[in-house]
């Protein structure tokens, strides 16, 4: 297989730290070429294809593909709501690019890259890390590393989630407001929270706005990670995997022979180039539910 000479080695590196506080990780190597697919998660067709050596690194050549693709067909860059990828793709140069370029809400998963604290003495495996919202003054506002925003009571201690209010585009400003007063309960470090975060609410309760573009950015996105919103988003992402079947079972790239960069690019191309001219057969034939379809024929038209 390593007789190849345009193909070389990727590898892919995973870690972490077990529930008894070992670090642990992974690394996994392959020899051959990189697949990079852009698609219509509701069509379930490919719009962008690109083929690399193994070792390309996938996060600066998804910038590239979206710059290109969006550059060549803008009308795609106003049609897509939103852009799902895997942790794999975690980068916050990425996540600016999609929405200060497009405004195109990205919805990838947030990889655990915070290691500071799991080195200090005492940690626990299991609590969740948090750090200082605004680090500048003593607030008592804290984040996660998938962006949850939480209140820390400064007279019982008690850590709750603030509710999240929606994103104000105009403002590129996440919007929260204090749980306590959401649900009309009483909390007695409210005078305290307030006078650290310099506001007078009233009765409302303290609103808290986040302007992403001031924040990191990994982290901090126009639709919360975990929201009800970014879950549905980023379901449609399953779309991908069923593509990436097709390729590697109906056209037979899970186990192949080619050798050499131009042939790979040129069975790929020809590939997609099949998936999308059965797709518009179909729709031609008036069976756009069908145009997923690679084991239906679309009809010729007779005269």
Same mark, same amino acid.
């Given at each position: 297989?390593?007789?190849?000479?345009?193909?070389?080695?990727?590898?892919?590196?995973?870690?972490?730290?077990?529930?008894?506080?070992?670090?642990?990780?992974?690394?996994?190597?392959?020899?051959?070429?990189?697949?990079?697919?852009?698609?219509?998660?509701?069509?379930?067709?490919?719009?962008?294809?690109?083929?690399?050596?193994?070792?390309?690194?996938?996060?600066?050549?998804?910038?590239?593909?979206?710059?290109?693709?969006?550059?060549?067909?803008?009308?795609?860059?106003?049609?897509?709501?939103?852009?799902?990828?895997?942790?794999?793709?975690?980068?916050?140069?990425?996540?600016?690019?999609?929405?200060?370029?497009? !405004? #195109?809400?990205?919805?990838?998963? +947030?990889?655990?890259?915070? &290691?500071?604290?799991?080195?200090? *003495?005492?940690?626990? %495996? =299991?609590?969740?890390?948090?750090?200082?919202?605004?680090?500048?003054?003593?607030?008592?506002?804290?984040?996660?590393?998938?962006?949850?925003?939480?209140?820390?009571?400064?007279?019982?201690?008690?850590?709750?989630?603030?509710?999240?209010?929606?994103?104000?585009?105009?403002?590129?400003?996440?919007?929260?407001?204090?749980?306590?007063?959401?649900?009309?309960?009483?909390?007695?470090?409210?005078?305290?929270?307030?006078?650290?975060?310099?506001?007078?609410?009233?009765?409302?309760? !303290? #609103?808290?706005?986040?302007?992403? +573009?001031?924040?990191?950015? &990994?982290?901090?996105?126009?639709? *919360?990670?975990?929201? %009800? =919103?970014?879950?549905?988003?980023?379901?449609?992402?399953?779309?991908?995997?069923?593509?990436?079947?097709?390729?590697?079972?109906?056209?037979?790239?899970?186990?192949?022979?080619?050798?050499?960069?131009?042939?790979?690019?040129?069975?790929?191309?020809?590939?997609?180039?099949?998936?999308?001219?059965?797709?518009?057969?179909?729709?031609?034939?008036?069976?756009?539910?069908?145009?997923?379809?690679?084991?239906?024929?679309?009809?010729?038209?007779?005269?």
């Amino acid at each position: 297989m390593t007789s190849d000479p345009d193909a070389d080695w990727g590898h892919h590196k995973t870690s972490g730290v077990d529930a008894n506080g070992k670090a642990w990780s992974k690394v996994k190597s392959w020899f051959g070429y990189g697949l990079h697919v852009i698609a219509d998660t509701h069509y379930e067709l490919p719009v962008a294809v690109v083929v690399t050596c193994a070792s390309a690194s996938e996060s600066p050549t998804l910038r590239q593909m979206i710059g290109e693709l969006f550059t060549e067909q803008p009308v795609l860059a106003e049609r897509c709501e939103d852009f799902s990828a895997d942790r794999g793709l975690d980068a916050g140069e990425t996540k600016a690019l999609l929405w200060d370029t497009y !405004r #195109i809400r990205p919805l990838i998963d +947030t990889r655990e890259l915070w &290691r500071a604290e799991k080195q200090e *003495p005492g940690f626990d %495996p =299991s609590s969740t890390i948090t750090r200082p919202l605004f680090p500048d003054r003593a607030d008592t506002l804290v984040h996660t590393e998938m962006g949850h925003v939480r209140c820390c009571c400064p007279q019982t201690g008690e850590v709750r989630d603030l509710v999240f209010q929606g994103f104000e585009a105009d403002r590129d400003t996440l919007k929260y407001r204090c749980p306590a007063a959401y649900v009309g309960s009483v909390c007695p470090g409210a005078e305290t929270c307030h006078a650290a975060g310099d506001v007078h609410p009233g009765a409302y309760g !303290r #609103i808290v706005r986040i302007k992403i +573009t001031e924040q990191d950015r &990994r982290i901090f996105v126009p639709t *919360p990670h975990g929201s %009800p =919103s970014w879950h549905r988003g980023y379901n449609r992402r399953t779309a991908l995997e069923r593509i990436n079947n097709r390729i590697d079972n109906s056209f037979g790239f899970e186990h192949h022979f080619i050798r050499g960069m131009d042939k790979m690019k040129l069975r790929v191309g020809l590939a997609f180039a099949v998936m999308l001219a059965m797709a518009l057969g179909h729709i031609k034939q008036g069976r756009a539910h069908q145009m997923r379809s690679l084991v239906q024929t679309p009809r010729q038209a007779s005269g």
